[in-house]
């Protein structure tokens, strides 16, 4: 019952409570000590002059009251000190539980116009901010949830670029198998070479849908992963650039390695997914005759992994969004150099599994490099 009540009724009837306590305690402490007051009091002396006496001025004393009378007269009047003390109690009670509920209305009209504000605001307005001019806790609460709703609101905003960005991935190569299947069916006679060409772009269109489908799977897998074993850096590098050599060989890029000797504890084949991007997107967006140079260094318990290029470079304003799903520095060649538009979001991705960090410095013109940061300690894994 208590719990469908609204914060303001439910304050005021708890200080309403303390203030019947208060209150009717007071009540009675003044009521007892008023009667105890008078039970110790000494009672005047009466008159000895008998009633129908003379008294000394020498004058009949008719009227001359009893002792009973003048008890009964104090305990009336106590018993009209306790009426009036009680129904001055009741009043306080009544205005003082109405001050209160007063007073608690003003205080948390602030919460009530968050609350009404709050119930307005769902996925299609979540740009708009709260305003609460006061500055307490409730001003507070107010900033805080403007902040969650900035949050919410980039959220969703990348989801519908996610969305749009997959649909866009997806639809490419299905629209080239659909067109290839739409001439054959114009051509009253297709050659077998026309059939062989139709084919190949089939199977590239499919291998690229087949990428797209793994990268997102690997993007977004939640299965618990084995982080405890000992990777050794050199090996990982080697057998990379060993799968990419004809790549490598076919753009004339020198690649140098040092320092690489050093072991820390992950996933083995979720680095060399992570090192397997990087390496692979330095041999893409790298110049003909360009350079590729991998080192790493060790620091206490923390391992540095360094991937420098000297390809195009990436402008400063598109550094932050490097790392989303499907987002392309140069999309004037997104369509020429082969890729998904997911490898740099699952590198991150990877990274931050082993509780790691990934940083980016590049100059146009000049190249990039990439920053990995490891523990080397299993315990720091979790």
């Not at 001439?183 to 190949?200: F, H």
């Not at 320092?259 to 997914?273: A, D, M, P, Q, V």
């Not at 932050?320 to 997911?342: C, Q, T, W």
């Not at 991150?348 to 920053?371: L, P």
Request: hydrophobic share 40%; proline share 2%.
């Amino acid at each position: 019952m208590l719990n469908k009540l609204s914060l303001q009724i439910k304050l005021t009837l708890l200080t309403g409570c303390i203030i019947i306590l208060v209150t009717t305690c007071l009540t009675g402490i003044s009521i007892g000590n008023f009667g105890y007051s008078f039970s110790i009091a000494p009672i005047p002396a009466l008159s000895v002059t008998p009633v129908g006496g003379k008294d000394i001025n020498g004058s009949l004393n008719e009227k001359a009251p009893s002792h009973d009378g003048r008890m009964a007269a104090l305990e009336k009047a106590k018993q009209d000190f306790a009426a009036r003390s009680i129904i001055w109690m009741m009043l306080i009670m009544i205005i003082g539980i109405g001050m209160v509920y007063f007073i608690l209305g003003k205080a948390l009209k602030p919460m009530t116009t968050l609350n009404t504000m709050i119930k307005g605001i769902n996925e299609h307005n979540l740009s708009t901010k709260i305003i609460i001019s006061s500055k307490d806790e409730v001003g507070s609460l107010a900033e805080s949830f403007n902040i969650m709703l900035d949050r919410l609101n980039r959220s969703f905003e990348n989801q519908k670029q996610f969305a749009a960005n997959a649909a866009h991935e997806l639809k490419t190569p299905l629209a080239t198998i659909k067109a290839g299947i739409q001439v054959l069916k114009m051509d009253e006679a297709p050659s077998v070479n026309d059939y062989k060409e139709n084919i190949d772009i089939t199977e590239q269109s499919t291998e690229r849908l087949i990428k797209v489908v793994d990268d997102l799977l690997n993007l977004n897998s939640t299965k618990n992963e084995h982080f405890a074993g000992e990777i050794a850096l050199q090996e990982v590098i080697e057998d990379i650039l060993n799968e990419l050599s004809i790549f490598i060989d076919e753009r004339n890029i020198a690649v140098s390695f040092e320092n690489c000797e050093h072991t820390f504890i992950g996933n083995k084949s979720l680095i060399h997914r992570a090192l397997y991007n990087l390496i692979e997107n330095a041999v893409k967006y790298n110049g003909s005759g360009g350079r590729i140079q991998i080192n790493s260094e060790m620091i206490e318990t923390v391992i540095l992994i360094h991937i420098s290029d000297t390809g195009m470079g990436i402008a400063d304003d598109e550094l932050p969004n490097i790392f989303e799903p499907f987002y392309r520095v140069d999309k004037s060649r997104s369509r020429e150099i082969a890729g998904s538009g997911l490898g740099l979001a699952i590198v991150k991705s990877i990274v931050e599994k082993h509780k790691g960090q990934v940083r980016v410095r590049s100059e146009q013109g000049v190249g990039t490099t990439f920053s990995l940061q490891f523990s080397s300690n299993d315990s720091d894994l979790g």
